[in-house]
Antibody, heavy 114, light 112 residues
């Protein structure tokens, strides 16, 4: 079964850090561009970051550049999002997905609040 | 950023009747290989988004044939030939040729 399972969300204070993880199974992860996408009630769906299959390069939406880092471990079929200097506006459900959108995880909720 | 504009934002439909959602992009979505990079997604209440249509008009595996996509250039349409109860949810178009990839605002389909 093709599956993506996120973990690592939670409540964090402004300025804090959080690391999201995504475990992939059922497809050839090592050949796949991967992404993090977030969803808020007010702003809808927003693409956060992409990473190449070999992990050599990541691409970020302007609002998270310099604060978030996307990475992957192909040996463990895992995707990560390191989030630093978190702000209230980063509060969202974060989805792990293949970049073409064919596979999505169930999402993990990040809440940035004091 | 490329702006994806959907209409309508709310779509009440009688069961068995057709439905149509429009999506307009602020820039062209045709890649250098001639492929148009436009997908459609469905998000049912309480669920993650699910891709329905890729590259404008190709249905994903398991998607009923009452769903169809069309369009070119900057104007695209998702059509449902006969709405069923399970079609309730929010529909999004998405472009993935320009970075950052962007979604439309979403169209909420409900049953009248």
């Amino acid at each position: 079964e093709v599956q993506l399972v996120e973990s690592g969300g939670g409540l964090v204070q402004p300025g804090g850090s959080l690391r999201l993880s995504c475990a992939a199974s059922g497809f050839t992860f090592t050949n796949s561009w991967m992404s993090w996408i977030r969803q808020t009630p007010g702003e809808g769906l927003e693409w956060v970051a992409n990473i190449k299959p070999d992990g050599s390069e990541g691409y970020y939406v302007e609002s998270v550049k310099g604060r978030f880092t996307i990475s992957r471990d192909n040996a463990k079929n895992s995707l990560f999002l390191q989030m630093n200097s978190l702000r209230a506006e980063d509060t969202a459900v974060y989805y792990c997905a293949t970049t073409l959108g064919g596979v999505w995880g169930q999402g993990t909720t990040v809440t940035v609040s004091s | 950023d490329v702006v994806m504009t959907q209409s309508p934002l709310s779509l009440p439909v009688t069961l068995g009747q057709p439905a149509s959602i429009s999506c307009r992009s602020s820039q062209g979505l045709v890649d250098s290989d001639g492929t148009t990079r436009l997908n459609w997604f469905q998000q049912r209440p309480g669920q993650s988004p699910r891709r329905l249509i890729y590259r404008v008009s190709n249905r994903d595996s398991g998607v009923p044939d009452r769903f169809s996509g069309s369009g070119s250039g900057t104007d695209f349409t998702l059509k449902i030939s006969r709405v069923e109860a399970e079609d309730v949810g929010v529909y999004y178009c998405m472009q993935y040729i320009h970075w950052p990839h962007t979604f439309g605002q979403g169209t909420k389909l409900e049953i009248k």
